[in-house]
């Protein structure tokens, strides 16, 4: 089967969304939306408003523009709390290895797990100093012509939050996993899942991807509910899984931070947003985890 469809000038694309029964009460907004934003990242805003090809009576493009807005103010709150936690873990897992092994001790395979890929580790590291244009590597290796990496507190600010995860997930000992994750009151194993999805969910919002009914690949796990982690999580593969996690490493990492409450102003902004597609619950602000 070939496509078929030929390219619609602005002007076409907006006859279109009125033609499938969508109401534009400013034309010329609508057509600087589509000049700017382009008709097929709005059209998965749209899907929530039609019964097939056709838009719900009553339906505006205000409706869809509301959405498109909710999201993007969703996606960068998203993205300034995994900025502070990535910076947290990120320190946590530094702090450790040059407690444990020393300065250079990154560079040692025997300090981490034998099933870490260390020489690939090694790899991207080097590939990352030699492109490092940061002020305070040209600084070491200018001072320390003798060294032939930097210390892991300059060159952990040099790995992704990808390369991270894997750090944390597959390379370090258990005994310092096990350390950083006391802090977060859960078990290694947990805010491994919790760091590598929020390394994807980072990389989703980065991208400017959808982001409020996304059906996420790689999910978050949690502790049954206990005294300890109380928190009900109905559906982790849905947006309020990705929140609770953010929520309670914020608590901790960034308490006074006021996270909270500018995400409680997104959603009172935007009242007409389902929860639903989030798995979100009606409750949740009541919830002993969002409460003060």
């Known amino acids: 089967m070939h496509y078929a469809k030929p390219a619609l000038t602005f002007e076409q694309q907006l006859d279109l969304l009125q033609q499938r029964g969508l109401t534009v009460a400013d034309p010329d907004r609508a057509l600087h939306w589509l000049r700017h934003i382009s008709y097929y990242r709005l059209s998965a805003y749209c899907l929530p408003f039609k019964d097939g090809n056709t838009f719900r009576s009553g339906t505006s493009f205000d409706d ?3 959405l498109y807005i909710f999201d993007r103010k969703l996606r960068l709150l998203v993205l300034d709390a995994i900025e502070r936690i990535e910076v947290a873990i990120r320190t946590a897992i530094t702090y450790e290895i040059a407690h ?5 001790g ?3 395979s025997g300090n981490f797990a034998p099933e870490f ?70 078990d290694a194993q947990f805010l491994a899942s919790w760091i590598h999805s929020l390394s994807y969910v980072r990389n989703v919002c980065a991208h400017h991807k959808r982001l409020w009914n996304r059906h996420f690949g790689i999910k978050p796990r949690f502790p049954s ?3 300890t982690w109380p928190h009900l999580v109905p559906d982790n593969a849905r947006l309020y899984s990705t929140l609770v996690v953010l929520r ?23 009242p007409a ?17 969002w409460r003060d």
């Open 64 to 66: 869809i523009a509301g």
């Open 273 to 289: 947003v389902s929860l639903e597609a989030m798995k979100i619950p009606i409750d949740w602000r009541s919830r002993a985890l």
């Open 225 to 227: 509910r206990s005294i």
């Open 248 to 270: 309670h490493m914020l608590a901790i990492a960034s308490p006074r931070c006021h996270w909270r409450d500018r995400l409680f102003d997104v959603f009172d902004a935007h």
């Open 117 to 186: 890929d260390h020489a690939r580790f090694m790899e991207e590291l080097e590939a990352e100093e030699r492109r490092a244009q940061e002020t305070f590597a040209s600084h070491f290796r200018g001072k320390y012509t003798a060294e032939p990496h930097l210390p892991i507190w300059m060159a952990a600010e040099l790995l992704s939050f990808g390369t991270i995860s894997k750090l944390y997930k597959t390379g370090l000992a258990p005994a310092l996993k096990q350390r950083i994750a006391a802090a977060y009151g859960v």
């Open 100 to 104: 444990a092994y020393g300065p250079f």
């Open 106 to 108: 990154h560079t040692d």
